[in-house]
């Protein structure tokens, strides 16, 4: 697969999925979003460009401390952008901006922006030294950028049963670039190579209890997973899906079904 087909892939998955994502069973990247403004310690004025900005999560969490600011969301697709921009008009901020565009080819000027965020992006491309050196190019020299990814660890052993049993089907899982992330040491190695300095890394927990193994089908079916279960015939869809949920449910403790993420931020500025 090319950067071309993947980049359509990626795109025909996020419009699919869009009109569920980051919804019921997904709260955690609303959880992680509530950090940003701490980590971003903004001042209120600065020009802050979101990068993979999606439905507007992490946009509409920073937007509140920029009364004097604006945050530039952009994403490859316009079926997130339409949920950004309505999650945007309910929560009346009209300090976000949303622009469709190719986070490796952003349109602004250099040095355009005081800082950058990019909530569980990076990972979207096999190449995320030359992404970060691209999104720095368009902060200013001293700017911070932040970026945050899942921990080693996130998701199991859910997942780990989900692609046991997917591959079952004869549905190889792709390699979870995420990974490449995931710990400490992997992503200040990033930072470091793209020459960021200052840098520092933060780590939260972000789990919590999913009241039914439904909460974790929508997770599957309103994220990045769903490009997996599409491959399935649709009894082999409905077979996967009882199969999977009786051994999620199994996981069922007297709070629910445990639901284990920890989120790792990454803060450097640019010299």
Same mark, same amino acid.
């Given at each position: 697969?090319?950067?071309?087909?993947?980049?359509?892939?990626?795109?025909? +998955?996020?419009?699919?999925?869009?009109?569920?994502? *980051?919804?019921?069973?997904?709260?955690?990247?609303?959880?992680?979003?509530?950090? /940003?403004?701490?980590?971003?310690?903004?001042?209120?004025?600065?020009?802050?460009?979101?990068?993979? +900005?999606?439905? *507007?999560?992490?946009?509409?969490?920073? %937007?509140?401390? @920029?009364?004097?600011?604006?945050?530039?969301?952009?994403?490859? &697709?316009?079926? =997130?952008?339409?949920? #950004?921009?309505?999650?945007?008009?309910?929560?009346?901020?009209?300090?976000?901006?949303?622009?469709?565009?190719?986070?490796?080819?952003?349109?602004?000027?250099?040095?355009?922006?005081? #800082?950058?965020?990019?909530?569980?992006? @990076?990972?979207?491309?096999?190449? =995320?030294? *030359?992404? @970060?050196?691209?999104?720095? &190019?368009?902060?200013?020299?001293?700017?911070?950028?932040?970026?945050? &990814?899942?921990?080693?660890?996130?998701?199991?052993?859910?997942?780990?049963?989900?692609?046991?049993?997917?591959?079952?089907?004869?549905?190889?899982?792709? %390699?979870? +670039?995420?990974?490449?992330?995931?710990?400490?040491?992997?992503?200040?190695?990033?930072?470091?190579?793209?020459? /960021?300095?200052?840098?520092?890394?933060?780590?939260?927990?972000? *789990?919590?209890?999913?009241?039914?193994?439904?909460?974790?089908?929508?997770?599957?079916?309103?994220?990045?997973?769903?490009?997996?279960?599409?491959?399935?015939?649709?009894?082999?869809?409905?077979?996967?899906?009882?199969?999977?949920?009786?051994?999620?449910?199994?996981?069922? +403790?007297?709070?629910?079904?445990?639901?284990?993420?920890?989120?790792?931020?990454?803060?450097?500025?640019?010299?």
């Amino acid at each position: 697969m090319d950067d071309q087909q993947r980049k359509a892939q990626v795109k025909k +998955t996020f419009d699919t999925v869009a009109e569920g994502y *980051g919804t019921t069973g997904m709260e955690f990247f609303h959880n992680a979003a509530t950090h /940003l403004p701490q980590i971003l310690r903004l001042q209120g004025h600065e020009q802050l460009l979101d990068v993979a +900005t999606g439905t *507007g999560i992490a946009a509409t969490a920073i %937007a509140p401390h @920029l009364p004097r600011g604006t945050v530039t969301g952009i994403d490859l &697709s316009e079926s =997130m952008l339409a949920q #950004a921009r309505a999650r945007a008009q309910r929560l009346d901020l009209g300090n976000i901006l949303l622009h469709p565009m190719d986070m490796q080819n952003l349109v602004f000027d250099d040095a355009h922006f005081d #800082a950058a965020n990019c909530s569980f992006g @990076l990972f979207f491309l096999p190449d =995320m030294l *030359g992404l @970060l050196q691209h999104i720095a &190019s368009k902060v200013k020299s001293g700017g911070q950028i932040v970026a945050c &990814s899942f921990y080693e660890g996130a998701f199991e052993p859910n997942l780990n049963l989900f692609l046991a049993r997917i591959q079952r089907y004869g549905v190889e899982p792709p %390699a979870f +670039t995420w990974k490449n992330i995931s710990t400490e040491e992997r992503f200040r190695a990033l930072y470091d190579d793209a020459g /960021l300095r200052n840098i520092q890394l933060q780590r939260f927990d972000i *789990g919590y209890f999913l009241p039914s193994a439904e909460d974790w089908w929508r997770i599957i079916w309103y994220a990045g997973f769903r490009g997996l279960v599409a491959q399935l015939s649709a009894p082999q869809l409905l077979e996967f899906k009882q199969a999977h949920l009786a051994e999620i449910d199994a996981l069922k +403790t007297t709070q629910g079904i445990p639901l284990k993420v920890s989120v790792l931020f990454a803060s450097g500025h640019v010299v």
